[in-house]
DNA sequence: AAAATTAGTTGCTTTTGTCAACTAGTTATA
DNA sequence: TATAACTAGTTGACAAAAGCAACTAATTTT
């Protein structure tokens, strides 16, 4: 057995005892944990029947009956028998289930505020992230593309972490050595040199707030357009991120009216490469270079706009 | 309610799924998750009282006695009656209790080897990482110092993540402008340019894989030697890093016989400042400057090496 | 030396969860 | 289209888990 899973077993009993969850009353409310996580169910799906929550939360359905029928004498829930099948009912939360639902909601939140109140901001930072990345790591859809935001402003850290995500993804994908990130970080100091934000502009994909991807836009002389530092954290490929990148650099030039996009890239990139070809791109030259410890093609690609 | 909170809470619901402990049997197994919480316990600390267990896991007594009762029957433990204290008893486990507990781990490292066997080795080490860090961050002790590594060899993204550390710690701290960043990329270009393996280092030091603090020697003409981008992730701070870095690159000045260290910082860096003063830095230079949307002093340090 | 406290046991109770038999409606099948 | 097989939900009976309080015997405090 390797360590890992040691290693995984022992933060699951940690967080066993730290979730706290083994007592039988929840948040000293008069609710058990089962009776909660009932409740939060039907919350999470506005309406929902009892045999859908015995499969979510794996519990008995005669267990559950009992627990609903207490529910509707309380009057936290209400059922409708469902159109669709008669011997079902719609269960939904009234409005002082919810009311209930959110006070507890709040005292979670307490507990959990006192938890972490010694920490700073940088440290709950750090704890958010962190939880962010077991969870995705443990999850079998991964990533969510709905968790994917977009924006193009520059703000301080970008550069440089754009500049490491190319050192360390080439570096990692095709052994580039470190040379390849002093030129990465040459053509960015000459971007930033002529940098003009009404023709320039870096798109950025992110995820829990850090950059996955990038494309930017560089004006060139005679209304021509080069596409640059185009690039995805290889964990997030396959989810239509390149996509919307590219479309997003493309529709820049057109709406700044240059005639022509070109990019320079290498034979290698061959996932980057289908993904130009996608878009119209078409090569228009092909040259043998030997860099960064490779010997590879180096070719340039164009797109023209108008006609 | 900050989200930070909020994304906590939605961790905690996440975890308590996928740790999958409410079910009444743990692991198929006859006993119940307390009750193998209680039999870790007594293999945790070779010998333990039942008064012991009922702080740690929050039982009652009566209930806990009980169980025991059982375990004996069972023989999965023996009780001896202190030598210290009549009324109490050393309980531990018996050679079949901790078969039987070891039956259960491997058990559960199956389950867990389960959950991971898609992930590759580095996302397994970032999964490990990550929940140390939670743990970490939860625990009273904070970030342990044990954890943060250092080294010395520069590795692909390795200069492109400092650029961003200074870029995004300076924003952050001193409300730099990216301009400040597009300084530092310039800075670190010539340093490149002009790198000598032999003359020039940087130290890092790292947590969970991420760079979380820097300092470099440049080495100039005259055997003097400048010390650069020394900078360290605030939640890190007052860990010794700092201490740890400045000294590490003093260390190598000597070593290299340079007669002169010298630095340029500016009157904001108090915390860096005090630093350098401690390891023996005098300031020899002061200028008011207006840069990167600030004013402020830019001041000279020295640290004479050998009389 | 008495009073207060503590470790552990036991009886009694409530809460929580399980199982199987049942009703009534739905779906598959021939 | 009638019947068999199945499914959603209810109910009774019961077992397991957990909590509470009174108790014994040893220890500590005053």
Redesign the interface.
């Known amino acids: 057995?390797?360590t890992?899973?040691?290693?995984?077993?022992s933060?699951?009993?940690?967080?066993?005892a730290?979730?706290d969850?083994?007592?039988q009353h929840y948040l000293d409310s008069e609710y058990s944990?089962?009776e909660i996580?009932i409740l939060?169910e039907m919350s999470e799906s506005k309406t929902i029947t009892a045999q859908k929550i015995t499969e979510i939360l794996?519990l008995d359905k005669g267990y559950l009956s009992r627990i609903l029928k207490r529910f509707l004498k309380e009057n936290l829930i209400e059922k409708v028998t469902s159109s669709e099948d008669k011997r079902a009912f719609n269960i939904k939360l009234t409005n002082s289930g919810n009311e209930l639902l959110s006070i507890l909601?709040?005292k979670?939140?307490n507990k959990?505020?006192g938890?972490?109140e010694?920490?700073?901001p940088?440290?709950?930072?750090?704890?958010?992230d962190?939880?962010?990345?077991?969870?995705n790591?443990?999850t079998e859809n991964k990533i969510a593309r709905e968790d994917i935001t977009y924006r193009h402003e520059?703000?301080?850290?970008?550069?440089?972490?754009?500049?490491?995500?190319?050192?360390?993804?080439?570096?990692?994908e095709y052994n580039?050595?470190?040379d390849?990130?002093?030129y990465?970080?040459?053509t960015?100091?000459d971007f930033?040199?002529k940098y003009s934000p009404e023709n320039d502009r870096i798109w950025m994909a992110e995820y829990n707030n850090k950059i996955v991807g990038c494309v930017a836009i560089v004006h060139q002389p005679n209304e021509e357009a080069q596409l640059r530092w185009f690039l995805l954290d290889p964990a997030f490929r396959g989810l239509g991120i390149g996509k919307r990148l590219l479309t997003d650099a493309i529709d820049f030039c057109k709406e700044k009216e240059f005639k022509n996009v070109f990019l320079l890239t290498t034979s290698m990139q061959d996932k980057a490469l289908q993904m130009y070809k996608m878009m119209g791109f078409e090569l228009t030259k092909s040259e043998e270079v030997e860099e960064w410890g490779k010997t590879f093609y180096e070719e340039r690609y164009d797109l023209r706009l108008i006609g």
């Open positions: 057995m390797t890992t899973t040691s290693k995984i077993r933060f699951n009993r940690f967080y066993t730290h979730l969850i083994l007592s944990l089962t996580r939060y794996n909601n709040t979670s939140e959990i505020e938890k972490i010694k920490l700073n940088s440290e709950k930072e750090i704890l958010v962190s939880m962010n990345t077991v969870r790591l443990l520059i703000t301080p850290g970008d550069i440089g972490y754009i500049i490491h995500l190319h050192g360390a993804i080439y570096g990692k580039f050595s470190t390849f990130e002093k990465v970080i040459k960015f100091y930033l040199e």
